[in-house]
């Protein structure tokens, strides 16, 4: 470890995040140092921060969905240079493993991981990142990772021109599921959500209908929609076990149903099979992550009005509250602020 310091918060147990001076992170020969303009805070990272999720456990620093700017490269990096903005994966795969040879890179048996990017300075390996244009933004670039999740999920759901598009849930990625799937041609595309806010902004984002799941009957109002079919294609994006087999009720037959949430180890949910294979012959997905999609959500991220999603910046000094409230508020991204200076 290097003898220089930085600010960084240290993730010390359930739902406790506490800033100190840390040392800064060693920059290893294919990798670079990145002052962090932003890292936003991942639906993801208030889950593992619960400590219910058994393989990632405390004390570590989070914070996985940042950009910023190069300051130091290893001596084998090629294509990165010291002044470069980047936005960055928060691991890197390695190219020659059985999985990552067979289109699966997510599934690598040898993948490095980036040090956490709740801090001022993050070191990641040169093949995690990806240079920002010079006309957007850190506030934009800070999307990458969640953009890409969400450009995953939506291909996983086989999403079609005019088609229709159901997302069940309302957060920050399945906000983008719903743009991206607008963008796509879906039509229409629908989302289903008990919080109000969040289906004020679906309309924001690209919803054509909304369906509040605790006051109407969610399949009535789809069939109605649909003059119907029902949904040809549709997200699960809520994390709630029985939205799966709403997400598979709700589907038009032979329609497409992609699980794309998270779920706690040994979840169970019951699916009517006899709906689903008989009845509908649905093509039931799931989707994690979003292999060899880096590159490509680099050049669609322009095109993602993302900022209407920014509900806080709030500085790494404030990091436990800021968990705190998107843990308990309709939060859509809180993006984390390591230094008070600009960042050009
Ligand atoms: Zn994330
Ligand atoms: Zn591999």
Redesign the pocket.
Known sequence: MSSKMMRGGYWDGPYSMTVMDVPQPDVGPDQVKVKVAYCAI????VWISSGEFFEVQPPRILG??FCGKIVEVGKDVKHYKAGDRVACNMQVFCGTCWYCHNGYEHFCQNIVQATGAFAQYAVVSEKACEHMPDDMSYEHGVFL??TS?AMYSVERAEVKMGRSFAVIGGGAKAQLELMIGRQKGACPVICIDPSEVRRKKALEMGADYVIDPSSEDVQEAVLKITKGHGVDHVIESSGIPENCSLACDIAAACGTVNFAANYLPGTKCTLDLWQLRLMKQLRVHTSIQSPYLFERTMEYLPRMEVEKLITAIRPLEELNDAFLQQRDHEEFKILIKPWDEKID
């Open positions: 991942c639906e993801n990272d996985h969905e990772e969640v999740a």
